[in-house]
């Protein structure tokens, strides 16, 4: 196990920035994940991190020591792929034990390494099999295994069920939460699916274009937003979204008025020009709200989404189904009010709002 360390880490290609002053702690045996879109900088720092980029700017630490000159087979990091990169032509056994014979580890040692990894996950009747007898989901197992024979001080994971459909990757996040309770190393893990992301870190990094946007639990990521891009960023469906302005203590556009006097920020506010956030699931159907054109209805087993239009913008609820069942008019709806969130429209950063005591 080992603690990882970036300061203030930079790596550009030509013109283009794909890691900007970047700056992490990882703690010994914790789990981050990083997610956010493409080419955000998210597997570039893990490359920098195994020692298969050069780093640009700043210092990359193992256990406080300095790796930036250190080649990547002395770093005892392994690193788990999209694609799996297994040997077509060797067994599940073979595949396993490669990186060790490599490093010429004793007969004796592969054997019980390779086996010791095959129960961990659950494969030992697969260690004769090749690749092409395998699934998805044990390719990705023996891709797992690979790693774990060499008790690295750093597991990285690089979007490894991408590949997977929507069920086994639900089965696979379970998978290697348990592997990092077993295990207790410290997991660097690439994603750009969110629910992946707030699903399996002990705590989460939002990238956008190079640069760490919030690091956090998944839970105050969620409930504490920092700015526009991870409010948006975060939760599914995603947040709604509308412009408009403060005046009389209200948040003000040309469909409707909200009444904010209960935060006591507001009358500092007056004039200003803002963005409203609200979550789907804090939105509600109510006979004397207000009252939107339905676009869409998509019916989710117990729930259903509705899709409204306001103005130019299109707000989403989550309701419960039943309550959809007898709507022959267009809906009406209510903002839970204490969970609503502000922003500022030119920094894009979130207002805070407190309550009156």
Request: aromatic residues 8%; hydrophobic residues 40%; contains cysteine.
């Amino acid at each position: 196990m080992a603690s990882v360390k970036f300061s203030n880490v930079g790596k550009w290609f030509d013109e283009s920035v794909a890691v900007d002053d970047f700056s992490l702690d990882v703690k010994d045996g914790e789990f981050i994940v990083l997610v956010g879109p493409s080419g955000c900088g998210k597997t570039t720092l893990l490359r920098l991190l195994a020692g298969l980029e050069e780093i640009d700017k700043g210092d990359i630490f193992i256990d406080d020591h300095l790796v930036n000159d250190v080649d990547s087979k002395d770093r005892n990091i392994a690193m788990v792929f999209q694609n799996y990169a297994l040997y077509p032509h060797m067994d599940v056994f073979d595949n396993i034990a490669f990186g060790l014979k490599i490093r010429k580890y004793p007969k004796d040692k592969i054997k019980s390494h390779v086996q010791d990894a095959a129960k961990i996950l659950r494969i030992e009747n697969l260690l004769e099999r090749k690749p092409k007898e395998l699934s998805g989901g044990e390719k990705q197992r023996v891709a797992l295994g690979r790693a774990i024979v060499r008790h690295p001080k750093v597991f990285l994971f690089d979007e490894p069920l991408s590949n997977l459909d929507a069920k086994l990757r639900v089965q696979m996040r379970a998978e290697i939460k348990k592997l990092h309770s077993q295990l207790k190393t410290t997991m660097i893990y690439v994603t750009h699916d969110q629910v992946e992301a707030m699903t399996m870190g002990d705590r989460i990094v939002i990238m956008n274009e190079g640069k760490s946007q919030q690091v956090g639990s998944s839970l105050d990521v969620y409930q504490n937003p920092r700015n526009l891009f991870v409010s948006g960023f975060i939760g599914s469906p995603p947040m709604n979204f509308i412009t408009g302005y403060l005046k009389n203590g209200k948040f003000t556009n040309e469909k409707f008025s909200i009444d904010l006097n209960k935060y006591t920020e507001v009358k500092k506010l007056e004039g200003m020009r803002a963005i409203l956030g609200v979550r789907p699931e804090d939105i509600y159907l109510s006979k004397d709200g207000l009252e939107l054109p339905l676009l869409v209805m998509e019916p989710l087993g117990n729930e259903a989404l509705l899709h409204m239009g306001v103005g130019q913008d299109i707000f989403v609820a989550k309701v419960k189904i039943e309550d959809t069942m007898d709507m022959r008019q267009p809906p009406k709806i209510k903002f839970d009010i204490d969970k609503i969130y502000l922003f500022d429209i030119d920094t894009e950063q979130r207002i805070e709002l407190k309550k009156h005591s």
